[in-house]
């Protein structure tokens, strides 16, 4: 039964609230005192990707903030709002404000990669550091995988065409998502389908794939910019990831100049198995 949240969602739900930005609810989730560290997610999750690494930043003396983007998770999911990735920036920009964030730690995974980089070149004076987990940067390389990782990969294939039932989909989650095959029970399986597709999700998580910007000059401008980012840098890379190419690892490292790196032993949704390391890269991260 996909229509009562199943207990890990009321959970997670429980411990966030809803703010209202523009007359859309967003969902954020926070806890702690001190330097706030915005988590950004991407597809196909939500804000309860990071329920594991909230209270552990929380207990290392940091104000932990994850939020959902609009079209996913337990946001307003309207239809005929733009879900392009410049828009999403937008919805970060509206939120730091709304929060009042004077200077954040900025974690971003998948495409919240691009959408938080783009959110940063913008607001660099407000970024303290970045933490890199396993996203996309080098955008022109990815156009030509883009439709085979889309509906090939059959992760995200079955989330597309909604047929898989938790069952079914459990061996792809830990195919794809995980590494430690002890971390995708069938809860959290359940859970991921749940936020995906309650209040209307498919919709909106169709329009989010169709508004990947992965164009020549999106890719040059978020290149250039990230060259000019005057801030401490950090990767954490899943190293058993089989859904981004390892060369997207690669390009970070060169066009960022990243000095740090660390690889952890996990897939691609590396906050689900190796939560307690990407804290501790976190928290002894040195910052501006």
């Known amino acids: 039964d996909m229509s009562e949240p199943p207990l890990s969602v009321r959970?997670?739900?429980?411990?966030?609230?809803?703010?209202?930005?523009?007359?859309?609810?967003?969902?954020?989730?926070?806890?702690?005192?001190?330097?706030?560290?915005?988590?950004?997610?991407?597809?196909?999750s939500s804000s309860y990707l990071y329920r594991k690494m909230i209270p552990l930043l929380a207990e290392s003396g940091r104000r932990a903030i994850a939020f959902?983007?609009?079209?996913?998770?337990?946001?307003?999911?309207?239809?005929?709002?733009?879900?392009?990735?410049?828009?999403?920036?937008?919805?970060?920009?509206?939120?730091?404000?709304?929060?009042?964030?004077?200077?954040?730690?900025?974690?971003?995974?998948?495409?919240?990669?691009?959408?938080?980089?783009?959110?940063?070149?913008?607001?660099?004076?407000?970024?303290?550091?970045?933490?890199?987990?396993?996203?996309?940067?080098?955008?022109?390389?990815?156009?030509?995988?883009?439709?085979?990782?889309?509906?090939?990969?059959?992760?995200?294939?079955?989330?597309?065409?909604?047929?898989?039932?938790?069952?079914?989909?459990?061996?792809?989650?830990?195919?794809?998502?995980?590494?430690?095959?002890?971390?995708?029970?069938l809860e959290m399986v359940r859970s991921y389908l749940w936020l995906l597709r309650q209040n209307g999700g498919r919709q909106s998580f169709l329009a989010i794939m169709n508004g990947f910007d992965l164009t020549r000059r999106h890719s040059h401008w978020l290149a250039e910019g990230m060259r000019r980012l005057d801030v401490p840098r950090q990767v954490v890379w899943g190293e058993h990831e089989n859904a981004i190419p390892r060369h997207q690892l690669d390009y970070i490292v060169e066009t960022l100049a990243v000095m740090d790196i660390t690889m952890v032993p996990a897939r691609h949704f590396l906050q689900e198995d190796q939560a307690g390391a990407i804290v501790d890269a976190i928290v002894s991260f040195p910052a501006k």
């Open 68 to 185: 959902d983007f609009p079209g996913m998770g337990l946001s307003d999911k309207p239809t005929g709002v733009d879900y392009d990735w410049h828009a999403l920036a937008g919805w970060m920009t509206r939120l730091v404000d709304q929060l009042d964030l004077k200077k954040i730690h900025l974690v971003v995974h998948d495409i919240g990669g691009p959408i938080g980089m783009e959110w940063a070149i913008a607001n660099q004076n407000r970024v303290a550091s970045i933490t890199i987990l396993n996203t996309l940067m080098d955008l022109e390389a990815f156009n030509p995988p883009f439709p085979m990782w889309l509906y090939r990969v059959p992760f995200l294939r079955q989330l597309v065409f909604w047929t898989q039932s938790p069952i079914a989909f459990q061996p792809l989650m830990r195919r794809i998502g995980v590494f430690d095959a002890s971390a995708a029970d």
């Open 11 to 44: 959970e997670h739900m429980e411990a966030g609230r809803w703010e209202v930005i523009d007359g859309l609810r967003i969902f954020v989730r926070e806890q702690g005192k001190g330097q706030p560290v915005l988590l950004v997610h991407g597809v196909p």
